[in-house]
């Protein structure tokens, strides 16, 4: 059973940081993709942030230059550094990876973390 456990929400002020981490019970090695994804009350879920296995790095528009994904294969764990935090990045923040593609992809999900933004 694969099991995704973040950590790292919190309370912050508008310009403020906060650190994301999903500690895997599995190897990452083995994932294709890795990433973040966060939803807000009432609003669709969206991806933040993604890594491959090879070290390649996408960010949704509105979070470039703020947000800092990496990972860890070592410790398999995935990370999101979140810096000049908005009150619009308020939500839970999900982790997720993925393996394999087409009919034989596979994809598992943390329980989220709560992460809310005040002026």
């Known amino acids: 059973q694969v099991q995704l456990v973040e950590s790292g929400g919190g309370l912050v002020q508008t310009g403020g940081s906060l650190r994301l981490s999903c500690a895997a019970s599995?190897?990452?090695?083995?994932?294709?993709?890795m990433g973040w994804y966060r939803q807000a009350p009432g609003k669709q879920r969206e991806l933040v942030a993604s890594?491959?296995?090879?070290?390649?790095?996408n960010y949704a528009e509105s979070v470039k230059g703020r947000f800092t994904i990496s990972r860890d294969n070592a410790a398999n764990r995935v990370y999101l550094q979140m810096n000049s935090l908005k009150p619009e990045d308020t939500g839970v923040y999900y982790c997720?990876?993925?393996?394999?593609?087409?009919?034989?992809?596979?994809?598992?999900w943390g329980q989220g973390t709560q992460v809310t933004v005040s002026s």
């Open positions: 997720n990876i993925k393996k394999g593609s087409g009919l034989s992809m596979r994809a598992y």
């Open positions: 599995v190897n990452l090695v083995n994932f294709n993709v």
């Open positions: 890594i491959t296995g090879g070290g390649t790095t």
